[in-house]
């Protein structure tokens, strides 16, 4: 059986500033060949085409906050989608405002898109259901930021069970009847005879999902909107011996995702929106692993795949 | 006698979609260290930190219209300077809705910056002088593209007369009768004796220029406003097998860029501002140089030293 894709590429992992060698955040995230941007911070454009990706099939972009570090490389990007003839619908999940900044720029450039854009307004009090489609949906979870801001979850719809071939080519088992088994249920073959669902198939693999977190401070109500996540994604801008400075800038340590990592019984965690006063980032890697030993790092052109567990 | 720097840096030389090696339009000019920022396309700010800038430095940026590959990376560019602690003051020279724009930014995002900043507004109806200190000052051009656009004209101004040393040295003349000497005045020396300005003095160097036409169609009157120009850069969206494309798009060909050159008489000639459907430059090249001869590419990174005439 093919397996669903689910992968996530990194595409800017600093924080505000960014550097020569880190671009400010932005992530692909691919779900079944549905392709979500998250965040799409300036010069993203640019590193979609680097990393090759297909960048008119995203359909679907998720703006966490407007901190320009977050949003800065949206104007462009949907500029560039436009002047390449882009015809299809674009759908943009993010603070109400983001629409007017959008809305203004164009109206100033006398902008008329080749493509209708939908925006959907994201609130920060509590996970709401933003999209889903029948294999996919996404929801914005409420983070403690200096702004508005949300972060995402994004998870796999129950995958119907695995019909056992081999058993399945010695009976008569009509392509309506194989549907059901799918669905858990009983079938009956072409001679009128039961067969058990437990019989003909195995258990479908547990949906994935993956949730993403910035930029936030840590607060522990978080971990019950994210709960058993496979990767999370949590913002690490600094280290421990900066924590006094996360607390007044609403940001948090590689020790403080680690922890929420463990809080929420996440699978894997992945460390990013470093500071640009860090060089050297095997530094977060040390901080999170002894609390966190499962801990990567979002690295620009990274690629991270979220296996299935069956 | 030390020459007044007068240099050009290429941070960017695409059209409105940027490409892996071409990042949008973007400039950086010193002119007797002072760094004039001219248009700002996404990622000029990680331009100049890849070519080492001093970005704290700049304190005037020139804005040509409101397309967003001249403009979509001043936002971040601001941002970048408030957090890494600006204080001075900051001019930026453009359209009158480009206040509005970052206006509206910075009010959704909650950001006060750590400088000010004055916004000088362009029109581009008749050449305007926009800024002049003691040693150079800059106009507005009007150019015509599909929305209100203006280039950019930077001159020195007239350097004072060069004394020369050894003929000085043997005479006693004060600081303050130099002063005159250098204005092309006559001086006195210390025992009340004329001394005629030709006897000591020899002509400067002829104040340099730099034109700057961004986007624009072909257009006889321009020469007019950039008369003699030491540099002129001139986009070519096209070469002339899109000349059509070019009319109707308000942008020019090599070709049209170099009887520009020649009609105003300019020195040399700078090409760019590429479609991204041109992967080799050269043609660009072979188009513009027959018609002018002393042409050359704006290419990411490239400086270009416009050097004084004695």
């Not at 990007?77 to 164009?106: C, D, V, W, Y």
């Not at 069970?161 to 009976?171: A, F, G, H, M, P």
Request: one cysteine or more; glycine letters at 4%; proline letters at 5%.
């Amino acid at each position: 059986m093919a397996v669903q894709t689910f992968q996530l590429l990194i595409l800017g992992s600093s924080a505000a500033t960014p550097t020569v060698k880190r671009n400010p955040t932005a992530q692909l995230l691919n779900i079944a060949e549905r392709l979500f941007l998250i965040d799409c911070g300036e010069a993203t454009q640019i590193q979609l085409r680097k990393y090759k990706a297909r960048f008119q099939n995203i359909n679907h972009i998720f703006i966490s906050h407007l901190h320009g570090d977050h949003f800065f490389g949206l104007p462009g990007f949907l500029a560039s989608m436009h002047l390449l003839g882009r015809k299809n619908e674009l759908t943009i999940f993010g603070p109400p405002s983001l629409k007017e900044i959008i809305q203004l720029i164009h109206k100033h450039s006398d902008t008329y898109l080749s493509y209708p854009i939908t925006y959907i307004d994201t609130q920060h009090k509590t996970k709401e259901l933003l999209w889903e489609d029948e294999k996919v949906e996404v929801y914005s979870i409420p983070l403690q930021h200096r702004i508005n801001t949300t972060g995402f979850l994004f998870k796999e719809k129950p995958l119907p069970r695995n019909v056992d071939k081999y058993k399945l080519e010695k009976l008569n088992v009509s392509i309506a009847e194989i549907h059901k088994l799918k669905l858990g249920m009983d079938a009956i073959d072409e001679n009128g005879h039961i067969i058990k669902n437990e019989e003909l198939t195995y258990p479908p693999a547990k949906p994935r999902s993956y949730a993403y977190c910035s930029d936030t401070r840590f607060f522990e109500a978080l971990a019950n909107d994210i709960q058993s996540v496979d990767l999370l994604y949590h913002e690490s801008t600094f280290l421990n011996e900066m924590k006094q400075r996360a607390n007044v800038t609403f940001h948090s340590t590689a020790s403080q995702a680690a922890h929420m990592a463990k809080l929420c019984g996440a699978k894997k965690l992945l460390l990013g929106h470093y500071s640009a006063r860090y060089d050297d980032l095997s530094e977060f890697l040390m901080e999170a692993q002894p609390i966190f030993n499962n801990t990567d790092l979002a690295i620009e052109g990274t690629l991270f795949q979220v296996e299935p567990i069956i």
